[in-house]
């Protein structure tokens, strides 16, 4: 089955992506910085929201469990665009570049569904986008096959015809033994390469 369109993870694909961007404009001190991503507004506990949980309930309990730091987790919801400092180099005008080609082009990120709709606005490259399946909103998490599965019913894909593009290894290996053709994102160089081999660009 010949690849016919492609599918884009969004964080760190198309626009780069850090808590630490964020915290770094709050707390001056870097041991001070350092401990409070490790302890306090992890990774893990962001990847709640991803899953579905709401940022409402997330807050409280980290609040309650941290009362010192309350204002600084609240910021993670309040002023989560801060973590997204900006594009990914060459990457929008790729985008571009295969919509204006007639190239099909969907989602499927890893995102809380209420941070979501507050950046999704902001960014109007995903106009571009014929659908984007949201972790957040489906309560289901890359790299687990479900989420793959109703990706490809959802854009009316059969195994094979999406070329699906992500930052994390365990996502694309997932991606690739559920019914996409994998690549691994290291930068835009590299990914305009492969897209002009299969004859999309």
């Known amino acids: ?108 990120t890893n995102f809380g569904d209420e941070l979501w709709a507050g950046f999704r606005p902001t960014a109007p490259v995903f106009d571009c986008f014929r659908d984007i399946v949201v972790s957040g909103v489906e309560k289901l998490v890359k790299p687990n096959p479900a989420i793959y599965a109703l990706a490809l019913s959802r854009f009316g894909l059969n195994a094979g015809e999406g070329f699906f593009v992500d930052d994390r290894l365990e996502n694309v290996l997932s991606a690739s033994v559920n019914g996409f053709v994998g690549h691994h994102f290291k930068d835009a160089a590299k990914l305009r390469l492969e897209l002009e081999q299969l004859g999309l660009l």
């Open 1 to 108: 089955m010949a690849v016919r369109a492609v599918v884009f993870d969004v964080g760190n694909v198309l626009y780069h992506w850090s808590m630490r961007h964020l915290f770094v404009q709050l707390i001056a001190c870097e041991a001070e910085l350092d401990w409070f991503m490790a302890n306090v507004v992890t990774e893990d506990w962001h990847f709640q929201h991803d899953a579905g949980r709401a940022l409402v309930d997330m807050v409280a309990e980290r609040s309650a469990t941290f009362p010192k730091h309350a204002a600084l987790i609240d910021a993670y919801a309040t002023r989560f665009n801060d973590t997204i400092p900006g594009p990914v180099a060459g990457m929008i005008e790729m985008v571009e570049e295969l919509h204006a080609r007639g190239i099909p082009i969907f989602g499927i």
